[in-house]
Each structure stands twice: as structure tokens, then as C-alpha cells.
């Protein structure tokens, strides 16, 4: 997947949340937040499930159905994708603990 396929996706996405809640599914998670954490919740313990059973089969599919209700939530909260990678792109250089000890330290 490349980064041009995650933005014609979640343009597409996009264009679904002004169609009636009845006719699109994105429209409705986008409409019922609770409905979208929820499904956000599910999906991430199914992908658990299916990586602590190494069912690789399982990983990709729960994986896809995970980013797909994650950009329901960005496109719901008005996140651009472009903001994600850039994020991930400041931690890049930095080493996975330096960068967690670093976000506990603005928390506090």
C-alpha cells in the first residue's frame, strides 16, 4: 500500500460521511462516535487474537478492517494523513523507549 492509496482512500471515505447514515456505513460510525470507538475496540482485540494465535491470514484481514475504522476516525476528527506520517517520521530517529519516555515527560 502506498501513501497515495491511503489518501485516495480516505478521500473517498471523506466523500461517504455527507451520505445518509442508512445508505453508508462510514456515514453512520462518523454520525454515532460510540458505535466507531466501539468497533475501534473490537477490531484491535481481534487482531490480538489472531496474532497471539499466529494466524497470519487473520492479521491482515483484522488489520485492514482496524485501518479502516481508524481512517473513519481521522476523516470523524478531521485528521489528514499527512499529519500521521509526519508524526511518525519526528520519531523516526529517535529510539522507540527515548521516544515513549519523551511523551511521558509532557503528560506529567
Not at 491482515?60 to 479502516?68: N, R, T
Amino acid at each position: 500500500m502506498t501513501e497515495k492509496f491511503v489518501e485516495e482512500l480516505f478521500n473517498s471515505l471523506g466523500d461517504k460521511i455527507n451520505i445518509s447514515s442508512n445508505l453508508s456505513y462510514t456515514a453512520k460510525l462518523v454520525n454515532e462516535p460510540e458505535l466507531l470507538a466501539k468497533k475501534i475496540g473490537e477490531e484491535s482485540t481481534e487482531l490480538v487474537i489472531d496474532f497471539l494465535k499466529k494466524n497470519k491470514i487473520g492479521i491482515v484481514k483484522e488489520s485492514a478492517d482496524l485501518f479502516y475504522h481508524l481512517l473513519v476516525l481521522w476523516v470523524s476528527s478531521d485528521i489528514h494523513p499527512k499529519e500521521v506520517w509526519e508524526e511518525l517520521s519526528k520519531r523516526k530517529s529517535k529510539s522507540g523507549f527515548e521516544e515513549k519516555n519523551s511523551r511521558s515527560l509532557k503528560n506529567v
